[in-house]
């Protein structure tokens, strides 16, 4: 294994430069999502609390269903099924050709998922506002979306910090199963090269460390994250951090 | 007529009677995988936990070491460094008489789920063990019970309520990571389900393997509802 580490350098039939844009991809559709994901899970969130019975209704089976199925099997389902869908129906008008790009396929299927998970931590958090601070808000004049955006949000923001980093943390690790809908990410790449090169070991050993240099910023800047929008706040024992 | 062609038959589903019996196969593939590495898992986490907390230093470190690999990586990328890495040693193996082991698939699986969740479960028993109040050791260390009758007695029958949900949690999350072990080659429910679109192209196979997902994720929910409501029934809800 360690006499064939020029395979994964910069060199001359080295592959480094393609590892290192799938790494860029892999950042890349995980960033892509988070905000897609986030924002789908806070509206999730919201529906769950609201006054009507089918928004709920809706909210529950929502997570229910997408907490509770494979990443993968919804991968396959967002990615094949809804290209035979629009196909179909595209056909039905004469157009033909017609194709998912699997970094959208990727992007709207790991979103969802994302979205059903985000949304617990989002009720967890929106629950741990006093119902004063909102009375407090409409007393002022405020108006019910300058409510929520002004008073709301940036208290929510903290309380839901340590729960959306693991959604995020998950999310990163989700993403190395868009390779199979043929996206050319961090583990797609170290296939293609260990099965040109015949050392399989060498690239996903490279691969798991990539992933777990990626793991490892992320959890060094949430705990940064989560110290910065802590400050001020009494801690447990009634020390200030 | 086989009972597994029977859902297809009464719902009218052609693609169901063809892969019925597949699915069913796949489905117990998959329940395999799933009880056997998060039973073995739960022991080698139990282990694990105690040897980070109390075992030496350079041990707790390595434990340490371990469960952030395998926490901060995908599964499907540990499963892929195993199936297709350590195959790739193959006449060492062979030299040590492993190599029946390393050439299935299954096993392959069954071993780099088993020190997956390991790696998780450590976490769980770990923060359980934490979170018991210092006065419990000092009293089982004032009535004169040793380290480990204080663990066994006092400790751990209070961390395992602690750790009933997320340990129920982490279970349902290996029932569906464990679908990437359709990705070598292995036919688990997801397996089936891929090689039934495969030939068929019918999508509605998908929405079956869906709901058989979503069954099993549900019924264990709601089993560890009852069962967390069992054991803390001694405990004063606020």
Same mark, same amino acid.
């Given at each position: ?45 919201? +529906? ?58 990727? +992007? ?134 | ?44 986490? =139990?282990? =694990?936990? =105690? ?23 995908? =599964? ?24 029946? /082991? ?94 039934? /679109?495969?030939?068929? /192209? ?37």
């Amino acid at each position: 294994m360690f006499s064939n580490l020029h395979l994964i350098g910069f060199g001359d039939g080295g592959w480094g430069w393609a590892l290192l844009q799938g790494a860029g991809v892999t950042i890349s559709i995980a960033l892509a999502t988070l905000p897609f994901g986030l924002a789908l899970g806070l509206a999730i969130a919201l +529906m769950a609390r609201s006054g009507k019975p089918v928004a709920r209704w809706f909210a529950t089976v929502y997570t229910t269903v997408f907490r509770g199925i494979p990443e993968l099997l919804t991968l396959y389902i967002f990615y094949f099924g809804v290209q035979i869908l629009v196909q179909r129906g595209l056909e039905g008008i004469g157009i033909k050709g017609f194709s998912i790009h699997p970094f959208v396929a990727g +992007m709207v299927a790991l979103g969802i998922v994302l979205a059903a998970f985000s949304s617990e931590v989002w009720v967890g958090a929106l629950n741990s506002i006093h119902k004063g601070q909102r009375e407090a808000g409409a007393a002022l004049g405020l108006s019910k979306a300058q409510i929520f955006r002004l008073v709301v949000l940036p208290q929510l923001m903290r309380v839901a910090l340590p729960g959306l980093g693991n959604n995020w943390m998950v999310l990163l690790k989700e993403t190395s199963l868009v390779s199979v809908i043929t996206l050319q990410d961090i583990m797609f790449i170290a296939q293609r090269g260990s099965s040109n090169t015949k050392e399989p070991l060498l690239f996903f050993a490279t691969a798991a460390m990539i992933y777990l240099a990626f793991s490892l910023v992320s959890w060094w800047f949430f705990e940064r994250l989560e110290r910065r929008s802590n400050r001020g706040h009494a801690a447990f024992g009634g020390q200030t951090r | 007529m086989r009972w597994c062609d029977h859902p297809g038959f009464w719902l009218g589903s052609e693609v169901l009677q063809n892969y019925g019996c597949r699915m069913a196969t796949g489905l117990g593939i998959t329940l395999q995988l799933v009880v056997i590495s998060v039973s073995l898992g739960c022991v080698a986490g =139990l282990g =694990l936990a =105690l040897v980070r907390l109390y075992g030496p230093r350079w041990a707790g470190l390595a434990v340490g070491g371990y469960t952030t690999f395998f926490r901060g990586t995908p =599964l499907l990328c540990q499963l892929f460094l195993v199936y297709y890495g350590l195959g790739q040693l193959r006449p060492f193996w062979q030299d040590v008489g492993l190599w029946w /082991f390393f050439r299935e698939p299954f096993y392959c699986a069954l071993f780099t789920f088993t020190i997956n969740t390991a790696a998780y479960q450590a976490e769980v028993f770990r923060g359980a063990i934490q979170s018991i109040g210092r006065g419990q050791f000092e009293g089982a260390l004032a009535l004169g019970l040793h380290r480990w009758a204080t663990l066994r007695h006092v400790i751990l029958p209070q961390a395992m309520i602690v750790a009933l949900r997320p340990l129920g949690n982490e279970l349902i999350v290996m029932i569906k990571s464990s679908s990437v072990a359709s990705l070598v080659t292995l036919f688990d429910l997801m397996g089936a389900t891929r090689l039934a /679109f495969s030939r068929s /192209f019918d999508l509605s196979i998908y929405l079956y393997a869906a709901i058989l997902y979503l069954a099993m994720v549900e019924i264990i929910r709601r089993l560890w509802d009852v069962m967390e409501k069992r054991l803390t029934r001694h405990v004063v809800v606020r």
